[in-house]
């Protein structure tokens, strides 16, 4: 890589396997412009409120889990108190033959010790499902978020990285929710019971244990900034190798249509090692921070043994104090290399959560009304309705425009076959009917209404899109036909899958309609798999209908059948067939050529083929290919 991004300047180092594969730099440079979207932007303190969000509704399970823990530490804690107890008070005792103190703090011993066990367990039932119902409930609204979320924020954000999202982020929050906070509540807990008991004991001593906290404060904020920026370069490595991997997957076939095992394999490589880098980083400020704070930690006991020697042959110092005080003195300083453990979490978790709240403040750019409107009972008995575009324009986020300024009006019933070159438009305008993408300026209108302001269902009934994609579910083929009428019976997902002439092919799977289209034997070609999302649409029954090169993966009988059958299907529908086979466009009522966005010409196929337009060259063209 030559040259690394501002964003990320410590990302490389020289000698890097990337030298060495010089082919994989392009895409390894695209990956790392998909991370500048890792984290997408989210207002000031959005991972904060996401995290209260999350804790609000268990507060009084949190609560418990508070109080819990610190009867638990009581009990804890007790231990150095009673062998100071033990060696000051039982043991003179036991020398005039009094062996009551000594049993006292025996079982006094047993007591905390047990009271701690059962109190730790009643913890752990609590935290653990605290943090269960925290995950289920972050991992169900990132899914609702991000699927309904608009198209075009699917076009940006990557299905790897969504899934990055849901799993290895919130797996990292599982770790401080189940390890990491139970962790740090103990060491502060801890903190403040100890530096509480040793005052108590001797204020001499206490102070000192209290002087070393300083030290360590400042290595824990130390560790805490490095540690910070290590990790949230860790979590984007790791981020982008899921990404690589969901991408390579995804797209297997061209993969070994062009030969890209080695390519992808070096870009892998390169990822992988990033990853390996930044998680080296991040254990050697670990061990910096561990060494450190054992420093401190021994310095602070080895004065304190010293200083209360001299103390204890003086006689200032009981010898049971002093002991006890050595006591606490490591049970402070064991929890530091674990407070560490728990920055570690805290760190991942907090650079994960930072990501998934920019995930989850993520707005809609279609949104769904604040007042939704709905439609008028249709005009006629025909399901069809009336469309306009009013003065709409629109362009796509990443570019320019693509329609400058379109009007049309497309009367309740009517057939429109949408003809023109490559890229001119004619998927846009289908998407903007279908409400994929609202226009920057204009409005689109279904029997008067403004999409915008269309209830859901009555979109979803309204206009209905067919692409040339047809996507199947996991499941049978009925439930693929039903998926716009889930309610419907088999009666009426065979009769759709007749008229649309897919009942033959169908019924010979081997099981019929219950076929399940992942599972083997129920493989189906890309023209079966149109002619299901023909049923699925036709079932759907709705008002608009858009077909956007749906025929396109069907033969010349197939599509002539489909075709056939489509002017029974579309009759009373106003629909709109965008078509690059001419053969399409005799069902038409009326023919749009499309130029740059514009509508070049509109007429009926008849007037345009006689006419001496662009569809009347097309046409000829098309007719001499055929002879
Ligand atoms: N998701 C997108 N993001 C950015 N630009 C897009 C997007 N989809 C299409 N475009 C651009 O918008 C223009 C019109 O594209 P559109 O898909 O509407 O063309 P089309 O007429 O359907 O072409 P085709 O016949 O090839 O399907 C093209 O210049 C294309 O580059
Ligand atoms: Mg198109």
């Excluded at 904060?48 to 804690?77: C, D, E, K």
């Excluded at 009673?82 to 025996?106: E, K």
Aim: glycine share 8%.
């Amino acid at each position: 890589m030559t040259a690394p991004t501002a964003a990320a300047p410590d990302r490389e180092q020289p000698k890097d396997p990337e030298s060495r594969h010089p082919a994989g730099t392009e895409a390894v440079r695209a990956t790392d412009d998909a991370f500048d979207q890792d984290v997408l932007p989210s207002p000031p303190g959005a991972t904060g409120a996401l995290l209260r969000s999350l804790l609000a509704p268990m507060r009084p399970r949190v609560a418990l889990t508070v109080l819990l823990l610190l009867l638990q530490q009581a009990a804890v804690q007790a231990g150095p108190l009673l062998v100071a107890y033990a060696i000051d008070h039982a043991v003179p005792a036991l020398r005039d033959d009094d062996r009551g103190p000594l049993i006292a703090v025996g079982a006094g011993y047993l007591l905390c010790s047990l009271a701690a066990g059962a109190l730790q367990y009643g913890f752990i039932a609590v935290a653990a499902r605290v943090s269960q119902d925290v995950l289920l409930d972050l991992r169900g609204r990132i899914f609702r978020h991000a699927q309904a979320l608009s198209v075009d924020f699917h076009e940006r954000y990557t299905s790897g990285r969504l899934i990055s999202r849901s799993t290895a982020d919130v797996e990292s929050l599982r770790e401080l929710l189940d390890e990491g906070l139970q962790e740090l509540v103990t060491v502060i807990l801890s903190f403040v019971y100890i530096a509480a008991l040793l005052l108590w004991l001797d204020l001499g001593l206490g102070a000192v244990a209290v002087a070393s906290f300083g030290p360590l404060y400042a290595l824990v904020r130390l560790y805490r900034r490095r540690a910070g920026r290590v990790y949230r370069q860790r979590s984007t490595a790791i981020a982008a190798v899921i990404v690589k991997f969901v991408e390579t997957m995804n797209g297997i076939r061209p993969v070994r249509a062009f030969r890209r095992e080695a390519a992808n394999e070096a870009d892998f490589a390169v990822l992988n090692r990033r990853h390996e880098r930044t998680n080296g980083n991040a254990l050697l400020e670990m061990a910096r921070y561990v060494i450190g704070s054992r420093l401190v930690a021994n310095t602070t006991v080895a004065g304190i043994v010293l200083w209360g020697a001299y103390r204890v042959a003086d006689g200032t110092l009981a010898l049971g104090v002093l002991a006890a005080a050595v006591l606490y003195l490591r049970r402070l300083y064991d929890p530091i290399d674990r407070l560490g453990m728990f920055l570690n979490s805290y760190q991942s978790a907090a650079a994960s959560l930072e990501k998934i709240a920019g995930l989850l403040a993520q707005t809609p750019s279609v949104p769904e009304p604040a007042a939704p409107k709905e439609l008028p009972p249709p005009a006629s008995e025909h399901p069809g309705r009336e469309v306009v575009f009013d003065a709409v324009s629109f362009g796509y986020r990443t570019g320019g425009e693509v329609l400058p300024r379109f009007d049309l009006t497309l009367p309740a019933g009517q057939t429109v076959a949408v003809v023109g070159s490559t890229g001119a438009g004619k998927s846009t305008l289908a998407k903007l009917l279908a409400r994929f993408y609202d226009p920057s300026a204009g409005r689109v209108l279904l029997d008067g209404t403004d999409l915008r302001d269309l209830a859901v269902p009555e979109l979803r009934r309204g206009v209905v899109m067919v692409t040339q994609e047809a996507f199947l579910f996991s499941g049978t083929v009925a439930d693929n036909i039903a998926i716009g009428r889930p309610e419907a019976t088999r009666e009426e997902i065979e009769r759709a899958a007749k008229a649309i002439g897919a009942h033959d092919f169908i019924a010979a799977l081997p099981d019929g309609y219950d076929t399940d289209v992942r599972k083997r034997g129920g493989r189906i070609s890309a023209g079966q798999r149109q002619l299901v999302a023909f049923a699925r649409a036709l079932l759907a029954d709705p008002a608009v209908l858009i077909l956007d090169e749906a025929t396109s993966s069907l033969d010349v009988p197939g599509e002539r059948a489909v075709q056939r059958a489509m002017t029974t299907v579309l009759k009373g529908r106003t629909a709109v067939v965008i078509a690059h086979r001419l053969s399409t466009v005799e069902i038409a009522d009326r023919v749009l050529v499309m130029e740059h966005g514009r509508i070049v010409e509109d007429g009926t196929p008849d007037e345009l083929v006689a006419g001496t337009g662009r569809f009347a060259d097309l046409h000829r063209a098309w007719r001499d290919s055929l002879a």
